[in-house]
């Protein structure tokens, strides 16, 4: 039988001792006997998935080994279990153990329990040193840091200096964001799928410039990911309501930097679509998929994991919007074998208890939605040859007062939580500006709807040109773009009225 000896080095550095060093200590417990030695370069003491120890242990359960010979205690292990483990193995086989900095004599009470109190201290440092690396390693993702890992589709490695700290950022490039541009434009419009946009870009030849195959599960990804965005109050808006941490203040999302979204120092195992305990920091690198478009993108994305969509009947892209004049009910599409085919009633019309007569006149589905047609194309005629004095300027304003509003609720929120402990003097201030910060709340949001009615004429450019494109334009394309202008059709004794959105 002979003695073993066993070293580890989980990397080699200046200030950690070799392989060879402690092989030499052990050598010395040895007193020139014969041995054999068992080492590990390149593992960890966290657990005993290690070659060398394992070889060792089959040769001890073999008969093989007497004495198992260390330099220190946290060389073989780091885990109260698995020392627990190995010891039972070792008195069952009759196996001494040395450490030779430490001195443990295992054949006594008293040797036993301070090499237990000694391994407790190993595995409280070793949880330590994993603490302080997990500490430092967000420190440095909320200063922006890059963290390694897999760079986006979009981007390039560029040197930068943070915090006057050397580091890396990324860099757009111009023919692989333009194909991303595309893709979250076409997403954004809800007449595509997933599929109908690897369709698209196979049939046209757009080919993926890394050499991947474009597929739903890459866009998917890519949709999801804030590391494209512009970065504004909207988005600010969108993951805090989703329950993530959000590191930077409201304020410096101006819509110019993208966004890094880490999984957070709670580990969960909730789906990629929940962003509860996310950590969400502001990048050093600028987004180039405006806020409007990827929310749009991000929020299609939610919705298809939460919920199934609910469509409305397949007989009129008008249902649901139509009301009767008399009653207010809705009117519904009834369907007769004429030339006609399609008519609209009232819901309420001949049913027991209502004294509606119906709207006073025969609605053919078809004439209404020509009608409606024409004057869609009209009031978006309208609004195209409005002009805006300054329409950058104009954004820039509403931006402002949307980070202040968020700004005002949080304040509201910290003084509100302070109430509980507060003196009467304390009480009597956090009353005044509550009130001052709500009264000033208050105006924010009446001009924040107002100016609302403007944001809508952005969205204009896109529902005209699906007014061109009306023929080819698909059931819920129509519905959309109904949805969008027209918030109710009244109709009574002949005469249509209609309530727009703009």
Known sequence: MYDALYARQSIEKKDSISVESQLEYCRYETHGEACIEYTDRGFSGKDTNRPGFEKMMNDIRAGKINRVIVYKLDRISRSILDFANMM??????????????????????????????????????????????????????????????????????????????????????????????????????????????????????????????????????????????????????????????????????????????????????????????????????????????????????????????????????LVGKVKCGKCGYALTIRKAKTKWGRYFVCSQSGSRGSNCTGAGCTIYADVLEEYMFGAIKERLSEFQKLSCLSETREEQKHMTKKIRLTQIEEEIEELLSKVSGASGVLMKYIDEKVSELDAERKALQEEIVTANVADTEGRLKQITNHVNAWETLSFEGRQAVVDTLIKVIRIADGNIEITWNI
Request: hydrophobic share 30%; aromatic share 12%.
């Open 88 to 317: 039972e193995i070792f008195q069952k086989y009759h196996v001494e153990f040395v450490s030779s900095t430490e001195k443990f004599d295992t054949s006594t009470p008293i040797g036993r329990a301070m090499l237990n109190i000694c391994i407790v201290f190993a595995q409280l440092e070793r949880e330590t040193i994993q603490k302080r690396v997990t500490d430092a390693y967000y420190a440095r993702c909320k200063r922006g840091f890059y963290m390694g890992g897999r760079i986006p589709y979009g981007y390039r490695l560029t040197s930068t200096v943070i915090d006057n700290i050397r580091s890396s950022m990324y860099e757009e490039v111009p023919e692989e964001s333009e194909q991303l541009k595309l893709i979250y434009s076409m997403y954004a419009d809800t007449d595509n799928s997933l599929g109908d946009i690897v369709r698209y870009l196979n049939e046209h030849q757009i080919k993926n410039l890394r050499g991947a195959n474009w597929n739903t599960a890459r866009i998917s990804e890519m949709l999801r990911n804030p590391v494209y965005v512009q970065a504004d109050i909207d988005v600010y808006q969108f993951f805090q309501s989703q329950g993530a941490n959000i590191y930077n203040p409201a304020s410096d999302f101006t819509g110019y930097n993208a966004c890094y979204l880490y999984k957070g120092t709670i580990s969960t195992s909730r789906k990629q679509s929940d962003l509860s305990d996310k950590e969400i920091v502001l990048a050093p690198h600028k987004g180039f998929i405006p806020s409007k478009t990827w929310l749009a993108c991000r929020i299609r994305c939610l919705n298809n994991r939460q919920s199934t969509k609910t469509c409305k009947p397949k007989n009129s892209w």
